[in-house]
């Protein structure tokens, strides 16, 4: 069975800090590793990483996947309130239209 | 571009009723998939429609029931509701398979929040 695990479940920093989110997977034939924000609604896609070791990046987030360790980081620098959310990772596999969701980060930024 | 709708978007429901939710994907998408939502279980999914053919089912009872029309549209519909399906549907659009690789990402609806009294 597919498992995705992010950690940790939840998170509370300061207005300014650098927080780093973490996402490991055990699935089979991956094919790709996503990204969402989830405020109150439904989730927003952040990134899709399919290759190891390539930086994806956007504003103050960027994302990278390790295939061989079979995990992904997600860094969000110079943090605002903003960015309070959960965050959540999500596997594709097989089909790639099938994603696997971790059970998310939670994340609180203080003014 | 219209993003993804759902309709209703808030329903309550008595135990032992069924119901129906509906979603249109993105103009051009035509894979629809449906995730339950809640805080115990997090985000699930529950089956994946393409050119109206179910594609991929989760682990959820017979209950939970779709389809998908020839405009890509799609409905679900849960069956003898039980307290524990009050939770957030999601469905979520995404191209056609073929095409290239770096654009199957899913784009998610606002959600149907379905409460079982």
């Known amino acids: 069975e597919d498992k995705v695990v992010q950690s940790p479940l939840s998170l509370v920093v300061h207005e300014g800090d650098t927080v780093t989110l973490n996402c490991s997977y055990e699935v089979t034939n991956f094919r790709s590793l996503l990204w969402y924000k989830q405020e109150k609604k439904a989730p927003t896609f952040l990134f899709m990483l399919?290759?190891?070791?390539i930086e994806k990046k956007s504003g103050r987030l960027s994302s990278i996947l390790d295939k061989k360790e079979l995990f992904s980081i997600l860094n969000i620098t110079a943090t605002q309130t903003g960015d309070s959310a959960v965050y959540l990772c999500a596997v594709a596999s097989g089909s790639a239209r099938q994603l696997t969701f971790g059970s998310g980060t939670q994340l609180t930024v203080l003014p | 571009k219209a993003g993804v709708t759902q309709t209703p978007r808030y329903l309550i429901k008595t135990r032992g009723q069924q119901v129906t939710l509906s979603c249109s994907p993105i103009s051009g998408h035509r894979s629809v998939s449906w995730y339950q939502q809640t805080p115990g279980q997090g985000l699930q999914f529950l089956f994946e429609y393409f050119s109206e053919t179910q594609r991929n089912k989760g682990n959820f009872p017979g209950r939970f029931s779709g389809r998908q029309f020839s405009n890509s549209r799609s409905e679900m519909n849960v069956s003898t509701l039980e307290l524990g399906d009050s939770a957030l549907y999601l469905c979520?659009?995404?191209?056609?398979?073929?095409?290239?690789?770096?654009?199957?990402?899913?784009?998610f609806g606002p959600g149907t929040r379905l409460t079982v009294l």
């Open positions: 399919t290759s190891s070791g």
């Open positions: 979520a659009s995404s191209l056609a398979p073929s095409a290239p690789l770096g654009v199957n990402e899913q784009f």
